[in-house]
Structures are given as C-alpha cells and as structure tokens.
C-alpha cells in the first residue's frame, strides 16, 4: 500500500489500472483505493485477453464473464468476493433477466456475508450489454 505521509496525507487514493482486467472503454481506472475501501469500477461482459471478441449472448453467459471480470480486477487489488461490502446492477432487461442474474450473482457470495446491494434497470449500456455491475471493497 502507498503511504504518502510526506505530503500531510496518511494515504492518498490509489488508482489501479490491471493488466489482467478487461481493456478500459473509456478513461478509468478499474479500481480506485481510498483507505480500507477499493471502489470497482462497473464491469461489461468484454474478453480481458481480447476485446475485439463481441459480448456472449444471454444474460447467464454476459453474468458469468461480468463476475469473472470483476474477480480479476479485486484479485489484482489483492482482494476477493469476501471483501464486497456493496454491488450496483444495471439490467438492460430488468423483468426478463432479473432472476437469472441474480442466481449467478449469488453463487459468489457466502450466504452469511452477502454484500448491500441496488439493482436497476437502465435504457442501454456500453458495448450493447445487457448486464454491467460495479462494487465496493473493504480491506482493513
């Protein structure tokens, strides 16, 4: 972890931008840490090793690689699913894929420590996704 203590701050944000995560389609990073909380930035379905591919079809299939993608930023923060304290879902679809999401979606976390949560539903997202989630980490 950074310290910058010279500067009057016990600890400036850190701004992550992963190899191993898929390519930012705008200018961001795809994690930014402020003390104990890593702020993920929302996830598509895109191929980390090669974003020309299109996104899967189906809700199951874009879930999937939306949660595999955002396990590889958080592990590239040093962190896991354990670590969520919050999710935001955006749904293209919100009646059609809400419940098959959401079964993905929940596999990934224990039944005892599931994170705070916000579902939506939005008009489009990028890429043509019909699925896009982003998360709050904490990591004492």
């Known amino acids: 972890m950074k310290h910058n203590e010279d500067r009057g701050h016990a600890m400036d944000p850190i701004y992550h931008l992963l190899p191993d995560a898929p390519k930012p389609v705008t200018p961001y990073s795809h994690a930014v840490q402020a003390g104990p909380f890593l702020f993920v930035t929302g996830q598509l379905a895109t191929d980390p090793d090669d974003d020309a591919l299109p996104l899967p079809d189906g809700i199951e299939a874009q879930t999937r690689k939306v949660m595999d993608n955002l396990a590889r930023v958080l592990k590239g923060c040093g962190m896991s699913f354990a670590n969520v304290v919050f999710a935001r879902i955006f749904l293209t679809d919100f ?46």
């Open 95 to 140: 009646k059609r894929d809400y419940a098959a999401m959401n079964a993905i979606f929940s596999s990934h976390f224990d039944d005892a420590h599931r994170p705070g949560r916000t579902t939506i539903g939005v008009c489009d997202l990028a890429r043509g996704g019909i699925v896009e989630i982003d998360m709050v980490a904490y990591k004492p």
